[in-house]
Each structure stands twice: as structure tokens, then as C-alpha cells.
T-cell receptor, first 114, second 115 residues
């Protein structure tokens, strides 16, 4: 079946530091890949997405590249801000593989200190 | 993206009782999804609800415990039956966006505490 593995948290960084959150996946079909973000006290929001190999998703300074050869979709940001503190979830969609819902990783709690 | 609302936003219930959660979407959608997020955990798909057919449940979830209704293309309900403290979670509904990527958009969630 499908699975998503992402680095455990919490991840604590200083403001303006470089961020990488690792995500790898296993899928039976040709999945689309996503990063979702959950800010404190708020709902789950789609941050970025990629639908095929070598696609790069980007939003709010965050980027992730769909790497089929390494089955990875690592989230990066060049300079984080305190407002980026949140829980980040890597997820995949694989309806061609028979899974209509999303498969989520366990989430990474990111803490940015001023 | 669709605008999704859920009711109630939170509730505290006694064990052995049932709670019905409502999900309303501002546009017609074929598929709606129900997820559970246990405290400090990730999201787990409970079931997929298509209008006009019975919901499809994921492994570990059964209709007797989590009955779902889907009376039209903009509305669904999830009932958590015969609750125990282990059912304390956030319950979220979601719908797919358009296009080929099959991303999903989520409601704000219902935070359930069972005492």
C-alpha cells in the first residue's frame, strides 16, 4: 500500500535560517504529492503540490521538487520567519493506484525562534 | 477552492453517546471524505462518501461505528456512535479540487472530547 515518511519533529530553527523537511513516499501508481500546513489553532491548508516527476511546487517562499528516482518530495525554504511556525504534513494522492483519499505523513512540528 | 463548513466546531460528550457531525460545501462535489486526526497524530481516512451510494470505509473503520450519510452533492454527515475516550479526536471532512492533481481541501474540523 501507499505510505509517506517524513522527519520527526519538533524542528527548532532561528529566524532567517534555511529549512529542509524531508519526505519520502511509497506508492503503487503515479501519485501526486502535496505539502499541507496547519498553523496553531487553524485548519489544514494546502501549501504546494506537484503532479509528476521533476515538477516543482512553490508557494509563500516554500519549494518542493517531485523526485521520482529517490521517491522524495522534500520541503525547503531559504529564510524562515516566526510566522512559519506550524505543523507540516507531506501527503500523496494515488487514485490510479486505487486510493481515493490522501495518505499523510505523521507531520513535522516546526518552531521558529526570533 | 471550495468553502467547507462543519458543525459543531467542538463538543464534549459522555461515553456511550453518539454525535453527528455535519459538513456543508458551497459547491456540488461528487466525492466527500472524512478523516480523523487523533491528538498529536496525522490524519487517517475514515471513509469516502459518494452521493447516491453507500460510503466506502477504510480498514479499521466500520459502518456501525461511523455511519455516514450523503443526501445530496453539497452535504454529508458523520456519526460517531457509542463513543469512548479513544474517539477523542478532530474529525475533518474534505473535498477534491478540480484538475488532475486530486488535491483535497479541508473543513475547519470538529474537535471531539469524550469523557
Amino acid at each position: 500500500g501507499n505510505s509517506v515518511t517524513q522527519m520527526e519533529g519538533p524542528v527548532t530553527l532561528s529566524e532567517e535560517a534555511f529549512l529542509t523537511i524531508n519526505c519520502t513516499y511509497t506508492a503503487t501508481g503515479y501519485p501526486s504529492l502535496f505539502w499541507y500546513v496547519q498553523y496553531p489553532g487553524e485548519g489544514l491548508q494546502l501549501l504546494l503540490k506537484a503532479t509528476k516527476a521533476d515538477d516543482k511546487g512553490s508557494n509563500k517562499g516554500f519549494e518542493a521538487t517531485y523526485r521520482k528516482e529517490t521517491t522524495s518530495f522534500h520541503l525547503e525554504k531559504g529564510s524562515v520567519q516566526v510566522s512559519d511556525s506550524a505543523v507540516y504534513f507531506c501527503a500523496l494522492s494515488d487514485p490510479g493506484g486505487g486510493a481515493d483519499g490522501l495518505t499523510f505523513g505523521k507531520g513535522t512540528h516546526l518552531i521558529i525562534q526570533p | 477552492s471550495a468553502v467547507i463548513s462543519q458543525k459543531p466546531s467542538r463538543d464534549i460528550c459522555q461515553r456511550g453517546t453518539s454525535l453527528t457531525i455535519q459538513c456543508q460545501v458551497d459547491s456540488q462535489v461528487t466525492m466527500m471524505f472524512w478523516y480523523r486526526q487523533q491528538p498529536g497524530q496525522s490524519l487517517t481516512l475514515i471513509a469516502t462518501a459518494n452521493q447516491g451510494s453507500e460510503a466506502t470505509y477504510e480498514s479499521g473503520f466500520v459502518i456501525d461505528k461511523f455511519p455516514i450519510s450523503r443526501p445530496n452533492l453539497t452535504f454529508s454527515t458523520l456519526t460517531v456512535s457509542n463513543m469512548s475516550p479513544e474517539d477523542s479526536s478532530i474529525y475533518l471532512c474534505s473535498v477534491r479540487g478540480g484538475g488532475r492533481s486530486y488535491e483535497q481541501y479541508f473543513g475547519p474540523g470538529t474537535r471531539l472530547t469524550v469523557t
